[in-house]
Nanobody, 121 residues
Framework: QVQLAESGGGSVQPGGSLRLSCKAS????????MGWYRQAPGKERELVAV???????NYADSVKGRFTISRDNAKNTVYLQMNSLKPEDTAVYYC???????????????WGQGTQVTVSS
């Protein structure tokens, strides 16, 4: 069974930084795209950043220049470095991964349980 385990959320003042981590575990062939989404109260879940297996990245306009996504394929882990945090970044952040299964090459999408990020003075 595949699981995504997130860590690194918390509370920080505006202008501060946090680093989120998400590690995939279980039996699978390999990881494909991995990314981060977030959902603020009363809002829909939105893409924050995504990184392909080869390292190509894409960001939401609202976080460009402040957030950096990276991954360590050997550790099956994706990271999100968040700098210059703003109150509007407050949300539950979810890890997302497209995982290639061992049998038949089927690709399934998995989600982490979410980690709270609160930016407040």
């Amino acid at each position: 069974q595949v699981q995504l385990a997130e860590s690194g959320g918390g509370s920080v003042q505006p202008g501060g930084s946090l680093r989120l981590s998400c590690k995939a575990s279980g039996n699978f062939f390999r990881l494909d795209a991995m990314g981060w989404y977030r959902q603020a109260p009363g809002k829909e879940r939105e893409l924050v950043a995504v990184a392909t297996y080869g390292g190509r990245t894409n960001y939401a306009d609202s976080v460009k220049g402040r957030f950096t996504i990276s991954r360590d394929n050997a550790k099956n882990t994706v990271y999100l470095q968040m700098n210059s945090l703003k109150p509007e970044d407050t949300a539950v952040y979810y890890c997302n991964a497209d995982i290639v299964q061992i049998s038949g090459g089927l690709v399934l999408t998995y989600w982490g349980q979410g980690t709270q990020v609160t930016v407040s003075s």
